[in-house]
């Protein structure tokens, strides 16, 4: 067996694509890649002062960990930042790590890390433009979290002059937590929140207006947060949405679609699920021999988990459950909780799709499409022919970057509604 990837997610922010070559099941499949906060009132800027980005706190030491969570927290408002770390400061880019507050799948003050950057230039009157990047599937613990690694330019603005934003989303930054994979409440709120912690940092000049991007788990994340964003992001003014490959309509079995990446995907939702819900209980759906791979998920990222997993699929003959996990009553609740899509978003959206796609299949894409103009939103799609789960970020960047450059500009977005089927390639 062999494990590889575009750009390891627990080492960069770049996408996170793994590829799973199974000699024995002759598979060649790509792992999917797939709190809550009330921002009715933002919350008040720090005061400046000589902390990282001019805020009042100080630089976090690099001689602490910066993941071990304070002994004491209250609970604050959302985005209220926690702690701020400089990682670099040249090249006219300052990159920073935070911790701030968001909120956990119960509704409760949860923290959360992500990164941080910004020009280090003057800003333009109102601020510059945030781009917020919501990382693919890279594993579910603190050892996972991308802030951990990255370095300057590791937050993918596509060539948008402003501050990028680059959340690990709740639960896969600080140690001893369990990230909610696929978490629809969370991955928006993580999202939001982070947007409102760069207002905080003075220098970085955030301003209200953003852009949020995604990629396979990231574009589910990113849909969420299109959905959501009226209501939790109430003081800020998001501008349009991009989803590349995003994991959506998780109960369905798409033609093109792999029976091992979906059941991989499958054990990270019931894991994911298990972290937000402690009844929803692994055993009662994983086979014993499946149920080996927590700990895997409690100390390793998604290389690891996907092979213990094809391992256990390839000696079994394909056998991780004893009860498909998505159509137990618990099950049922986790789709209509978490399935995207949901409502209707009040900013457009663009889908990125790539005709060779094994992951995010295109038949599973251009499903998405009708569901979307049916709820009224102004979503495009591009579609890249010869491009697959890790390609396509590359294949389409030049199309995101005039798509933002052209939402910045206040430009009426394209549309592809009404979308039919045969608007659709297929996989070769």
């Known amino acids: ?45 720090v005061v400046s002062g000589h902390g ?22 209250s609970p604050e408002p959302p985005g209220r930042l926690v702690r701020v770390q400089t990682i670099s400061d040249g090249g006219g880019e300052a990159l920073l790590r935070v911790m701030y507050h968001s909120l956990n799948p119960a509704g409760h003050d ?23 990047w919501d990382h693919g599937t890279n594993g579910l613990n603190s050892s996972c979290a991308p802030s951990r690694t990255g370095g300057p330019g590791s937050i993918p603005t596509f060539g948008i002059r402003g501050v990028g934003v680059a959340t690990d989303f709740e639960g896969e930054g600080p140690e001893g937590e369990i990230m909610p994979y ?31 991007v995604g990629d396979s788990e990231g574009g589910h994340a990113a849909l969420a947060t299109g959905e959501l964003a009226p209501k939790d992001g109430a003081d800020l003014h998001l501008l349009g949405t991009v989803a590349i490959g ?8 798409f033609p093109g679609d792999t029976q091992l990446v979906y059941d991989i995907v499958e054990v990270l939702v019931v894991y994911g699920a298990h972290a937000a819900n402690a009844s929803f209980n692994p055993a009662e759906v994983l086979t014993p021999a499946a149920q080996g791979v927590a700990s895997v998920i409690d100390n390793q990222c998604v290389d690891q988990v996907a092979a213990y997993l094809a391992t256990v699929y390839a000696k079994s003959g394909g056998h991780l459950f004893t009860t498909p996990p998505l159509q137990t009553p618990q099950g049922k609740a986790w789709i209509a909780e978490n399935n995207i899509p949901q409502v209707h978003t009040d900013s457009p959206i663009l889908v990125i799709g790539g005709g060779q796609d094994t992951v995010a299949v295109p038949a ?28 396509e970020i590359t294949q389409g960047a030049g199309a995101i970057h005039t798509w933002i450059d052209a939402r910045l500009g206040g430009r009426q977005a394209p549309t592809s509604c009404p979308y039919t089927a045969a608007s659709t390639p297929t996989t070769t």
């Open 182 to 212: 696929l978490n629809r409440t969370t991955e928006a709120e993580s999202t939001i929140d982070i947007v409102l912690a760069a207002r905080q940092i003075p220098d970085a000049h955030a301003s209200t207006r953003w852009v949020v």
């Open 52 to 73: 990282p980005g001019g805020t009042a706190l100080p630089n976090f030491p690099a001689s602490q960990n910066f993941y071990q969570l304070p002994s004491h927290v």
């Open 1 to 45: 067996m062999t494990m590889q990837a575009l750009s390891s997610g627990a080492t960069t922010l770049k996408p996170r694509r793994v590829v799973i070559l199974v000699s024995a099941l002759g598979v060649l499949a790509v792992l999917l890649a797939a709190c809550g906060s009330n921002a009715s009132s933002t919350p008040a800027p």
């Open 364 to 391: 599973r894409i251009g499903a998405l499409m009708p569901r979307l103009c049916a709820l009224g939103d102004r979503a495009s799609i591009d579609w890249y022919p010869t491009a697959n789960h890790d390609t």
């Open 110 to 132: 949860a923290l959360v890390t992500g990164l941080i950057s910004y020009p280090t230039g003057p800003a333009p009157n109102g601020g510059w433009p945030v781009i917020a």
């Open 246 to 253: 995003p994991g959506v309509l998780l109960s369905q079995f």
